[in-house]
């Protein structure tokens, strides 16, 4: 572990834990070897690819909140101006904050990612977000209808949603209305992290957990295919 003057590697980026951009400093540095696997189109083993890896620890200049960043390669390699460029380039690992728009639709992920913006900074206004976010989910999902209650209960009876989601899918409808409605009862923060764990409950069930299975299917089928021509 390399320790990094704190003036070295600053950037500026938004902080998943108090919702600003703001200048991250870090902290201290670690590079290491990673390995990784591919199919060698040698049916009989995969080809093992080692590589170099860098994490970086650095500090939030708001809160002072810890965040982890990884990047491929050794700064040391690069000359004085390398760690500076790796740590400017590389992506953050925790704590995560945004979902992949390669999984999820982009009106979904859109929104989510406007959500997650304030989600320190206005719980109300995270909370419509994310009510805005299950109606993208059910349109998505081709659910039609006049209200959000209706339309998640239509993806509940055709499975889109197991039982225990869609009941719980009402009280994120409700606390949606409740930041969006005047009221003596705003949405609180330990309500907006239940809000935001749950969602991503929702979206795991419907989209992350099906695109793992068809990657898994697509290696299942690799794997048989080359399996059968050995055979032959």
């Not at 859109?110 to 995270?126: D, G, Q």
Request: one cysteine or more; aromatic letters at 8%.
């Amino acid at each position: 572990m390399n320790h990094v003057p704190k003036t070295a590697l600053t950037r500026i980026a938004f902080c998943p834990q108090c919702c600003n951009r703001a200048p991250q400093t870090a902290i201290c540095a670690h590079t290491c070897t990673e390995t990784t696997w591919f199919d060698s189109g040698d049916h009989s083993e995969d080809e093992v690819v080692d590589f170099e890896g860098t994490y970086f620890v650095a500090t939030c200049g708001t809160c002072q909140g810890l965040l982890l960043y990884w990047t491929q390669g050794d700064p040391s390699n690069e000359g004085e101006s390398g760690p500076l460029t790796y740590f400017q380039d590389a992506r953050l690992l925790w704590p995560e904050h945004v979902v992949s728009e390669d999984i999820l639709p982009a009106a979904v992920a859109a929104i989510y990612a406007e959500a997650t913006i304030v989600k320190r900074l206005s719980p109300n206004s995270f909370a419509v977000q994310i009510r805005r976010a299950l109606e993208a989910i059910c349109t998505d999902r081709g659910a039609k209808s006049d209200s959000l209650h209706k339309m998640l209960s239509e993806l509940a009876r055709r499975g889109d949603l197991p039982p225990v989601l869609a009941e719980m899918t009402d009280v994120l409808r409700l606390l949606g209305n409740m930041g969006a409605h005047a009221s003596d009862q705003p949405v609180r923060a330990l309500q907006v992290d239940a809000l935001d764990e749950f969602f991503r409950a929702v979206i795991e069930y419907i989209y992350i957990a099906p695109s793992k299975l068809r990657r898994f299917q697509q290696k299942l089928r690799m794997f048989d295919r080359g399996r059968k021509d050995d055979e032959t």
